[in-house]
């Protein structure tokens, strides 16, 4: 007798389900403080993604600010030269689908374009590529709107002291030629917020169902 189908859960898209299934839980061999390494992982498991997708986001407030977005640590595997590419999401591996986007406004709330967006991060197993092939890293710049957008998979988390650091997004922003911001995003319903040192409320987004997979906003102010 052939295995019933695993039944896809309600405002999920088969194929994200399927990747968030064999997504399973992140892991990576050192932490943020460890010795960089081309593509390691421990084959340790940490915790799943899966609370942090399907929320409902809350519209945001009218007239908000534009307050300067948070700093927050480089990590130890930036990599300088990364490509330019708003699909980061070109290896074929199974994970959650991701459509991040946002803003670019200086501290009066004006659009700013033609600003350099650079964003890396760990694979869905939770393993950073420190290669020359740059996996899961590249740029964008802001439009004429001060928009811009990527697509790529859900990072993995991975140990850190004793712990899982949440997952996350590492970003730089440029602006002409010098470095504005260094920080990373978080996303809303991650267990491991509260005890992570670097993770605040400013920088968390929310995830909501889009096509094949999760998008999530976040608005950067420089």
């Known amino acids: 007798m052939s295995a019933e189908p695993s039944p896809t859960p309600p405002g999920m898209s ?31 498991h940490g915790g799943p ?8 986001c809350a519209p945001p407030s009218p007239g908000g600010g534009c307050e300067l977005t948070p700093a927050d640590i480089e990590g130890p595997f930036y990599l300088p030269d990364s490509p330019e590419r708003s699909n980061l999401d070109t290896l074929g591996e199974a994970g959650v689908a991701l459509a ?4 670019v406004s200086d501290a009066a709330c004006a659009p700013l374009a033609s600003v350099i ?9 939770g393993a950073y590529d420190n290669s020359a092939t740059h996996n899961y ?7 004429a709107d001060g928009r811009y957008a990527f697509t790529t998979l859900i990072p993995g988390r991975y140990p850190n002291a004793g712990t899982l650091r949440p ?23 991650d267990p491991y917020l509260e ?12 995830l909501e169902p ?13």
Request: hydrophobic share 40%; glycine share 12%.
């Open 14 to 44: 088969r194929r994200a389900f399927v990747g968030l299934t064999t997504l399973g839980a992140a892991a990576f061999a050192c932490g943020e403080t460890g010795v960089p390494a081309a593509r390691v992982d421990s084959g340790d």
């Open 137 to 143: 890293r590249g740029w964008v710049r802001s439009d």
């Open 117 to 125: 967006i650079e964003i890396w991060h760990a694979d869905p197993s």
């Open 210 to 222: 889009h096509e094949d997979g999760f998008a999530g906003v976040f608005d950067i102010n420089i």
């Open 49 to 56: 993604v899966d609370p942090i997708l399907g929320q409902t």
């Open 195 to 206: 005890e992570d040192p670097w993770a605040e409320p400013a920088r968390t987004i929310c």
């Open 167 to 189: 997952a996350h997004i590492h970003l730089k922003i440029w602006r002409d030629g010098a470095e504005q911001l260094t920080t990373q995003l978080y996303f809303q319903g």
């Open 100 to 103: 991040l986007s946002g803003l």
